[in-house]
């Protein structure tokens, strides 16, 4: 399993048309293969928009996506209202549950942090023993590092209800024995945004 991750930077207010438009045309890209989740950040970098697509592996996202290409109602009319767009491929975590028709929360907070290289397959050992204590205050949505893209990278998504839930559970989080997972010593940066997910979005 594969997930690709595309980020689009927008035009200032064009957020809630864009979704429209996406919504509109979401029915016939998902003839193809379906959408994993759709957010919009809230706070951190804004305008923007993040879409998740799961494939089984690069050939398929290649056929599936040359075959979309072909609808004449995909991809939606909003190329005048995007500014940027990124495009990465990560493999989930082995913890990592599948994205899916999962309702979990009203705001999620992506943080994204980057290692040292050689550094991931000890992170994801630690990562791996500290999750499950983690997960009993609230779910993981998602973890993944970079296959494509700019390497070293490792994503953790949280829901909460409300950001005052996630202040409450992350201080919560700390006074576990072993999180956050002993991984410090390999950090070079680390970034957060909080996202709220679209009204179509199979995680909401």
Same mark, same amino acid.
């Given at each position: 399993m594969i997930y690709e991750v595309r980020t689009y930077r927008l035009k200032p207010g064009s957020i809630p048309e864009c979704e429209k438009r996406f919504a509109e045309a979401l029915p016939h890209r998902e003839k193809y293969s379906p959408l994993g989740a759709f957010w919009h950040t809230d706070i951190g970098p804004l305008n923007r928009i993040i879409h998740?697509? =799961? %494939?089984d592996d690069l050939r398929q996202r290649t056929e599936l996506r040359g075959?979309?290409?072909?609808? =004449? &109602? #995909? @991809? !939606?009319?909003? /190329?005048e209202m995007i500014e940027d767009m990124v495009s990465e *491929?990560? *493999?989930p975590a082995p913890f990592m549950q599948p994205l899916g028709q999962r309702s979990l929360g009203g705001v999620y907070e992506m943080r994204? %942090?980057? +290692?040292? =290289?050689?550094?991931? @397959?000890?992170?994801l050992e630690r990562w791996a023993e500290a999750v499950p204590a983690r997960t009993e205050l609230s779910p993981l949505a998602a973890c993944w590092y970079t296959e494509i893209g700019?390497? &070293?990278k490792f994503v953790h998504i #949280? =829901? +909460?209800?409300?950001?005052?839930? $996630?202040? $409450?559970?992350r201080a919560e989080s700390l006074k576990?024995? &072993? #999180?956050? !997972? /002993?991984? $410090?010593?390999f950090l070079v940066s680390q970034d957060s945004a909080i996202l709220i997910p679209a009204a179509f979005s199979p995680m909401h």
């Open positions: 998740v697509w =799961p %494939y075959q979309a290409m072909q609808d =004449p &109602n #995909w @991809p !939606p009319r909003i /190329g *491929i990560f *493999i994204t %942090y980057m +290692y040292q =290289p050689g550094a991931l @397959p000890t992170v700019s390497l &070293n #949280w =829901p +909460y209800a409300d950001l005052e839930e $996630r202040a $409450r559970i576990l024995p &072993n #999180w956050p !997972p /002993g991984t $410090r010593e």
